[in-house]
């Protein structure tokens, strides 16, 4: 028998159950671990990424990548859009770091794999403008993942929300396209809720990135509501990140 849980049973677990280490992640430039999170009767795999396992970055303030990771998560969770697996930020085996529901997958597939299939192009559309509203700096194909479920889900966050243009992903696809209304008005929500400093996305967020960053963040969701728009990728500019996958 399969049990359903929802996203607050996940947060909840992931938050305060009991986490023990698996193995350390292959192929990632910071320390990532897999780990079992046991509460109660419930045990969840999770993805750890401690903070003293960050590489230094020239652009990013070091120990900063796990609370980029979780505020991509609070972003997603603010516009409902269901895009990042459920992420908290918290005391681990190692230290404070960022925990992410382990997401079962289909290895072999990814963005470029599933661009064509219609079952994800909406969830491709709203990454798109997702990707641009925290600047994210490297969506690779590869970090989008197919899983069991039957869902695309983003994965890999820790490079988002720099004050300066740093958008380089593979998804261009929907460049200039009109965006949808349902989405322009989570949008405009977005941005109602970071005007409010006593909503809850500003409560969630306000610990995890800084003031100026997220007033980078309202900007870049208020370009969007004004042109109504996709983004293009600028002329002279990195605008993919390598590996591209």
């Known amino acids: 028998m399969t049990i359903r849980l929802t ?39 999770a993805v750890y990424k401690p903070q003293r396992g960050e590489t230094p970055l020239w652009d990013f303030e070091w120990g900063t990548l796990c609370k980029r990771e979780t505020a991509a998560y609070e972003v997603s969770r603010a516009l ?20 992410q529901f ?18 994800f192009t909406d969830t491709f559309r709203r990454l798109a403008l997702f990707d641009f509203v925290v600047n994210n700096a490297d969506r690779k194909s590869g970090h989008c993942l197919i899983g069991s479920d039957g869902r695309a889900w983003a994965i890999d966050h820790g490079i988002c929300f720099h004050t300066e243009y740093k958008l380089r992903t593979v998804i261009w696809e929907f460049s200039c396209e009109p965006v949808g209304e349902a989405l322009l008005t ?10 409010n400093s006593s909503s809850a996305a500003s409560r969630r967020l306000a610990p995890l990135v800084t003031e100026a960053e997220l007033a980078s963040m309202r900007r870049r969701i208020d370009l ?11 002329a002279h500019r990195r605008n993919y990140p390598w590996p591209p996958i």
């Open 186 to 195: 989570d949008l405009a929500r977005l941005s109602d809720d970071l005007r």
């Open 224 to 234: 969007l509501l004004r042109t109504g728009a996709y983004p293009a990728p600028p």
């Open 80 to 99: 409902d859009w269901g895009l990042v697996p459920p992420t908290v930020l918290r005391d681990g085996t190692r230290g404070i770091g960022s925990v």
């Open 7 to 45: 996203e607050e049973q996940v947060l909840d677990a992931i938050r305060h159950g009991d986490m023990s280490e698996k193995g350390l992640l292959p192929y990632s430039s910071n320390h990532s671990f897999l780990v079992v999170v046991e509460q109660g009767d419930l045990s969840l795999p």
């Open 102 to 119: 382990f997401v079962d997958h289909d290895q072999e597939a990814h963005f470029f794999t599933a661009i064509e299939d219609a079952r």
